[in-house]
């Protein structure tokens, strides 16, 4: 089955920039979606198929995928930005296509 | 605006079975995928699987084949999702999530707390 690694954490200082990664074998083959959850709250999406921000997804938010690596890219980091982040991509290379989530990264902010 | 709304919260009995709804409104519901994910308390998202509400059609987790079952009413555009034989590992909050092209979940419900306690 197919894996996603993430680190379990990430620290940044306010102002900095963040990156979290999510590793898988290939993984610039496919398209990953990044999603921010906060504690109690339902996932929301930041970035999709390696790049692109929903709207009203502020231009900080950012992401880049090739070889084996993804990674989401936080700019000028908020308060407001700690929370968990998660990476996603859909398996299709078996005989039952899956989605896989990498087991997530906790950002805090200094 | 578009928005999933799910049922509220359950408490179940070991061996017993739940059935979790997300009603879909702000956008025709045939139109896309409905995933549904669980997280448990402290813990990461887990896959469940996806339904088409046009087709009917389905494709569930390895981990939930046989336990899980996913149907939709499209005259009320609400999503289903039935686990059975419940058992305390399956206490988790349960979301539905709006899929689109490669699999992106673009909208998610607001949760549903199913606890499974004797």
């Known amino acids: 089955s197919y894996v996603l690694t993430q680190p379990p954490s990430v620290s940044v200082a306010p102002g900095q920039t963040a990156r979290i990664t999510c590793g898988g074998n290939?993984?610039?083959?496919?398209?990953v979606h990044w999603y921010q959850q906060k504690p109690g709250q339902a996932p929301v999406l930041v970035v999709y198929d390696d790049s692109d921000r929903p709207s009203g997804i502020p231009e900080r938010f950012s992401g880049s995928n090739s070889g084996n690596t993804a990674t989401l890219t936080i700019s000028r980091v908020e308060a407001g930005d700690e929370a968990d982040y998660y990476c996603q991509v859909w398996d299709s290379s078996s005989d039952h296509p899956y989605v896989v989530f990498g087991g997530g990264t906790k950002l805090t902010v200094l | 605006q578009v928005q999933l709304v799910q049922s509220g919260a359950e408490v179940k009995k070991p061996g017993a079975s739940v059935k979790v709804s997300c009603k879909a409104s702000g956008y025709t519901f045939t139109s896309y995928d409905i995933n549904w994910v669980r997280q448990a308390t402290g813990q990461g998202l887990e896959w469940m699987g996806w339904?088409?509400?046009?087709?009917?059609?389905?494709g569930y987790a390895q981990k939930f084949q046989g336990r899980v079952t996913m149907t939709r009413n499209t005259s009320i555009s609400t999503a289903y999702m039935e686990l059975s034989s419940l058992r305390s590992e399956d206490t988790a909050v349960y979301y539905c999530?709006?899929?689109?092209?490669?699999?992106?979940?673009?909208?998610w419900g607001q949760g549903t707390t199913v606890t499974v306690s004797s």
């Open positions: 290939n993984i610039g083959s496919k398209s």
């Open positions: 999530a709006r899929g689109g092209s490669s699999s992106v979940m673009d909208v």
């Open positions: 339904m088409n509400p046009n087709s009917g059609n389905t």
